[in-house]
Each structure stands twice: as C-alpha cells, then as structure tokens.
C-alpha cells in the first residue's frame, strides 16, 4: 500500500485496487498539537464506535465505508473506504453552549453568526440545534468560524443548505440515542465529501469523544464545565497549573502523566460502552 497522509490521529494509505485504507491510531490531539504519550485502544474505540454510529445513522446520510476486512496488524482500528472530495468547511453543530462557542457568545452573543439568548452560561441547552461551521485549518493553525453567508460564498447556496441539513440532522439523531443512555450530546463536528457520482457523504469519523463532546445526563449542572466522556479531561489538565503550560507560549505541551493517560482511556471506553451496550475488549 501507498502511504497517503498521516494526520492529528489517522494515518492515509491507498492500496491498489484504489481504496483507501484509514487507521485510527492511538494519538491524541489538543489545540492543535499532538500529545504524548498516546491513549492505549483509542484508535480502535473510535474505529468501532464511528462504525456503530455509520449504522444508526445509515437512513440519514451514507458513509464512505466500504469494508472492515483490513490487514492483521490493522484489526479494529482501520477501515476501507471509498475516496471523497472534501467540502472545504468543517460542519459544527451545537445543541448546548460550552467550549469556542461559549467564548463567542460572552464576547457578542452570536456564535458563528447565529444570535442566542441573552442569560446563556456555561453548559446552557439552545433553544434549538445550530449550525456553526468553520475553516479547515492546516495542522498547527486555528479553525476560524464561519458564517452560514461565508458557507455559500464558499461552496455555493444549494451545497450550504445540504452540509447545514446533513450536520443537523446528524446531531439530533446522534442527541436522541445518546440521551437514551443517560448522555448529552453537546456538539459534535462531522466532515463530508463527494463521492464519485457527486452524492455527499459521511467520512472520517463520527459521534465519537475525538470529535464530539459527550456529558453524563444526570451531572449536567448549567453555569459550570461539564464532566465529559471526552478528551476535554485533557484538555482541562493542559490548561490547569498542575501541567505548567502556557498555552500562549511557543512552547509544545508536556507529557501527559500515567494517571492522565489512564482516566482519559477509562473516558473513551466508558462512552463506546454506554452508547453502544457492548463491552469492549481492546
């Protein structure tokens, strides 16, 4: 196989029936540097979560998966998949207000574009789900948001209307299932393409704690940060004095400690076994 692309997480290979062989490794990332050391079985609970979610989610958008018939040494962390044409923005939906978008609304009340509430705090449910995209930045760079206008300009009015309806739609099915198994599913982000015969699809991953954020339905208390099941635990101990980091710096971050390491893989594998009702094995 023809090495491709390595990502924050994901390693690219093409092999040479023109597939796409995508590996979810163990990585982590977070504002925008990749982390050490990595999260033992992370990359294969993504795998195996993104293809329970593919399932839920099959009679809303289609997905990019072709087979899981991968490689040994690739077993339940990789994929073969279909090629897709990107679209150029990363879709964001919100249905509660925390993280990026809680920043936007205390400096304007608007969170990319979009007018809330006033009275809004941390963890605080919208009134309904939003759409609030942003550029795709190169690794090391910032995702800037974008307005739904901005949308069009880039992709045009009809594709604009369908990348809002698909995250949308994506989310709320994804919040109805969670919600089920006593989990709020904040905000997730979702990357579509274009496959072959110009349809869009679901690539990447999906509704997993990489790129969603997921709270225990019975912590959730508005006015604070939440408990997560997702790597916003990491992100917490990067910023707390305990790590000695200055984000601000040009400095990369620290090693993550043993016990860091080990609350964060009890966080991903609590997720996938609450959502989806299975057991995991590593």
């Known amino acids: 196989m023809k090495h491709l692309h390595s990502g924050k997480v994901r390693d690219l290979?093409?092999?040479?029936?023109?597939?796409?062989l995508m590996v979810a490794s163990d990585?982590?990332?977070?504002?925008?540097?990749?982390?050490?050391?990595?999260?033992?079985?992370?990359?294969?609970?993504?795998?195996?979560?993104?293809?329970?979610?593919?399932?839920?989610?099959?009679?809303?958008?289609?997905n990019h998966v072709v087979s899981t018939d991968v490689p040994a040494e690739f077993a339940g962390r990789a994929v073969l998949c279909r090629r897709l044409r990107m679209v150029p923005v990363e879709c964001v939906a919100r249905g509660y207000l925390t993280g990026s978008g809680l920043a936007d609304y205390r400096r304007e009340g608007v969170v990319s574009g979009v007018s809330l509430p006033a009275g809004l705090t941390d963890g605080s449910q919208l009134p309904e789900a939003i759409f609030t995209p942003s550029t795709k930045a190169p690794i090391g760079q910032h995702d800037q948001p974008m307005t739904y206008d901005q949308v069009v300009e880039e992709v045009g009015a009809d594709v604009?209307?369908?990348?809002?309806?698909?995250?949308?739609d994506v989310y709320v099915r994804g919040a109805e299932i969670a919600r089920e198994r006593g989990i709020i599913l904040a905000d997730t982000k979702i990357e579509l393409g274009w496959?072959?015969?110009?349809?869009?699809?679901?690539?990447?991953?999906?509704?997993?704690?990489?790129?969603?954020?997921?709270?225990?339905?019975?912590?959730w208390r508005p006015g604070r940060p939440q408990p997560s099941f997702d790597k916003q635990f990491v992100r917490d101990w990067l910023t707390s004095p305990e790590s000695g980091w200055d984000r601000s710096s040009d400095e990369p971050p620290p090693p993550l400690p043993d016990e860091i390491v080990e609350r964060t893989r009890q966080r991903y594998v609590e997720a996938y076994e609450r959502l989806t009702g299975r057991v995991f094995r590593g």
Do not use: M
């Open 27 to 62: 990585r982590i990332s977070a504002f925008d540097h990749v982390l050490t050391p990595g999260i033992p079985d992370k990359g294969v609970i993504l795998t195996q979560l993104s293809l329970w979610w593919f399932e839920q989610l099959a009679d809303v958008v289609p």
């Open 195 to 219: 496959d072959a015969d110009g349809g869009l699809v679901l690539g990447d991953e999906v509704l997993t704690p990489d790129s969603s954020r997921f709270w225990p339905l019975d912590e």
């Open 160 to 168: 604009a209307e369908r990348l809002r309806r698909i995250t949308l």
């Open 13 to 20: 290979y093409e092999t040479d029936d023109g597939l796409l």
